[in-house]
């Protein structure tokens, strides 16, 4: 196989090349047809997708000046289809991260090497074949071509270290499963290893940094960039001799970082001493299909070996660091690794972190020292919820901030000011019945006090008494007791305890809506512009006859929406037709659990625009002696507030007919004292 068959591209990677849109590329490929530059005819045919020759399609831009890199003719390898060798994607892969890897060590050009001169080459590098020469002998007599590929992707990329990244860039586009399974978004590698290098910093000395997963190095890369050139540290990986754990010891090797091994015995267990930064994702690249117990098993081994010199930042699916339901099992280890005390922060993430499954929600464990000498009831845990926010740089930071203090005693904590976190009692904890992040502190209570609340209420109703409008209804309040209302609890443990369920919207066609007649429609454009958006309507007849399993609201269910950003009203008077992507949550009349329809709808309008996660939003619950009473202020507050929008629309009417009368000349303005004899003018005054 000649180097020329092996360079293939399609057409996604063409519009990669140029930097262009992928219709962009068929456009192009249409009407040049008969011109004197017509696209590259196809090459080869792969599942019956058309491949292209890349040196031609690069010849091709250059020729035309079509698409945005002018420097696409150096640049086609580096887009190129990975060459066929016969021995599968995989094994393609591994034999040319193997060559990067041997042309960084020798800086030897490989192209022009034999097979047997390139393993000879490949034994010099890694006598003990412990990441390279395997790779490399299983390619047999195709290895001189993927040599000549590989140098073709260092001219392409600049360097050995380059090109290496840019193939593991590519298996996503190349279908590598088994390599991009748990490949992590920047954002999250960027977070770990931001908080790594700050842990490493308070325990003095070179840093250590380890990963004992399997395969893993996109964390160990992570904390190499942030980093940087400061002092010299040390990397520790497990002595996994599987295709990702030798790909991860290639990968560290190319970029000139020398790495240690760490010797994990068949039940997983292995032991690290002295200051030592521990980073670990599960599922690993090595074990994309590990579930909750065997994730949680991995965690307790990485914590059993730790003592108060190390720490430790993990990143796991957060069904299974802290969210709630978990299986019994697995749900009393995750409580026994909470007892040790070396759980010192639990961050929920938000969705979008893990590349191939973005509506998966990510979490952290930050471990450290367990304070033996704190007794168990008095120890504490950080706690954050971040599933609405955006890792933005910021954020990030602030975080990491607050991470590192996690780490102190209680006087450390007690003098840092915490932007994300809150500070929980271990047991209340292991107490909680819900999500980790979502446990409540015993402290004081955020925002206005009762009596600061009591002072603000007594002000606004007199205000309204003498502003001249109607008045309000009779209102008296007095100050409460916070700790003894109900603890706010998520959506998706009010509808396991029964207290609220959930209904999915009508998938209507448009046909179906009139505007004038038929019950009420409700969807995203009735919750976004309550006030502005054209009544829609269905008829009954029509909406039994066309969706017979569509159902109708009941009196008092909250209409929601997620997107573009939460948003919740509540349907007083029931019968509508609720359309898809809106949806339903309905308070059960028998067993309410404190919920009320308006104190629901409040919070989801409250929430940020990020917030899309309606299974995790927290809503407060009204003590069964208020709810009553609650219930009836807000409708007759709810009536003024109608009639007052009422009102400001007849004032904006009459503002409008004046300011148009005058200016135009159908009307004048008179003094309404003055009674003008002129029957003509009297309908002026």
């Not at 997708?49 to 091709?60: C, H, I, K, P, T």
């Not at 520790?236 to 991860?248: C, H, K, N």
């Not at 404190?594 to 989801?604: E, H, N, P, R, Y």
Request: with cysteine; charged share 20%.
């Amino acid at each position: 196989m000649n180097e020329a068959a092996a360079l293939r591209m399609t057409l996604s990677d063409v519009a990669a090349l140029a930097q262009v849109q992928r219709p962009v590329v068929s456009m192009w490929r249409k009407r040049s047809a008969g011109s004197p530059h017509p696209f590259p005819e196809p090459a080869a045919l792969d599942g019956g997708r058309e491949l292209f020759d890349a040196d031609q399609v690069a010849g091709w831009l250059d020729a035309t000046g079509r698409g945005n890199n002018p420097e696409a003719v150096n640049d086609a390898a580096a887009f190129a289809r990975m060459p066929a060798t016969g021995s599968g994607p995989g094994n393609t892969l591994d034999a040319l991260t193997a060559l990067l890897t041997v042309k960084a060590m020798t800086g030897k050009a490989l192209g022009s090497l034999t097979p047997d001169e390139l393993l000879d080459l490949a034994d010099e590098c890694d006598p003990d074949d412990l990441f390279l020469y395997s790779e490399l002998e299983i390619q047999g007599p195709a290895l001189a071509s993927t040599a000549a590929f590989a140098d073709r992707l260092v001219d392409s990329a600049y360097n050995a270290p380059a090109a290496f990244e840019q193939l593991l860039a590519a298996r996503f586009r190349a279908g590598l499963r088994e390599h991009s399974d748990t490949a992590l978004a920047g954002s999250a590698v960027g977070l770990i290893a931001a908080a790594a290098v700050e842990l490493a910093a308070t325990l003095g000395g070179n840093p250590v940094f380890a990963d004992s997963t399997r395969g893993g190095s996109d964390l160990l890369m992570g904390v190499v960039h942030t980093s940087g050139e400061s002092a010299p540290f040390t990397f520790l990986t497990a002595d996994d001799d599987g295709g990702a754990g030798r790909l991860a010891r290639r990968r560290l090797r190319v970029h000139g970082v020398d790495s240690g091994q760490i010797r994990v015995d068949p039940g997983g267990e292995f032991a690290v001493r002295g200051p030592v930064v521990h980073v670990a994702q599960y599922p690993s690249p090595g074990a994309p299909g590990m579930d909750a117990l065997q994730i949680l098993s991995a965690v307790e081994h990485l914590a059993l070996q730790m003592d108060d010199q190390q720490r430790a930042v993990i990143i796991a699916p957060a069904r299974v660091l802290c969210d709630m339901p978990l299986a019994a099992v697995a749900a009393g280890l995750r409580s026994g690794l909470l007892r040790t005390g070396r759980v010192r922060a639990v961050v929920r993430l938000p969705q979008g972190l893990l590349r191939s499954k973005p509506r998966e929600a990510q979490a952290l464990w930050v471990l450290g020292p367990s304070f033996a000498e704190v007794p168990i009831a008095e120890r504490w845990t950080m706690v954050a919820d971040l599933s609405a926010r955006d890792l933005t740089e910021d954020v990030g930071q602030d975080l990491v901030s607050d991470i590192v203090a996690s780490m102190g005693d209680r006087a450390t904590i007690r003098a840092h000011s915490f932007r994300f976190a809150r500070l929980v009692q271990t047991r209340v904890l292991l107490a909680g019945k819900g999500s980790l992040v979502a446990a409540q502190s015993r402290g004081p209570a955020r925002g206005v006090g009762g009596a600061e609340a009591v002072l603000r209420v007594e002000e606004l109703v007199r205000l309204l008494h003498t502003g001249g409008s109607a008045k309000p209804a009779a209102l008296a309040v007095r100050a409460g007791d916070p700790q003894a209302s109900a603890k706010p609890a998520t959506v998706r443990e009010l509808i396991a305890a029964g207290n609220l369920s959930y209904i999915k919207g009508n998938r209507l066609e448009d046909a179906v809506l009139k505007q004038t007649e038929g019950t009420q429609v409700l969807g995203p454009d009735e919750l976004l512009n309550p006030h502005g958006a054209q009544p829609r309507h269905i008829s009954l007849l029509d909406f039994a006859a066309n969706y017979p399993a569509g159902r109708l609201t009941e009196p008092g269910d909250v209409v929601f929406c997620t997107s573009p950003h939460p948003v919740a009203t509540v349907d007083a008077h029931g019968g509508s037709a609720v359309v898809f992507p809106a949806r339903v949550l309905r308070i059960d009349a028998g067993d309410p659990g404190g919920l009320l329809s308006d104190v629901v709808a409040a919070d989801i309008n409250s929430l940020p625009a990020a917030d899309k996660s309606w299974r995790q939003w927290r809503l407060r619950r009204t003590p069964d002696a208020q709810r009553r009473n609650l219930s009836q202020t807000l409708a007759a507050l709810q009536h003024e507030q109608r009639e007052a929008r009422e009102r400001l629309r007849r004032l904006e009417e009459l503002a409008t007919l004046i300011t148009d009368g005058v200016a135009g000349g159908s009307l004048t303005l008179t003094d309404p004292s003055t009674k003008l004899a002129d029957p003509q003018t009297e309908g002026t005054r």
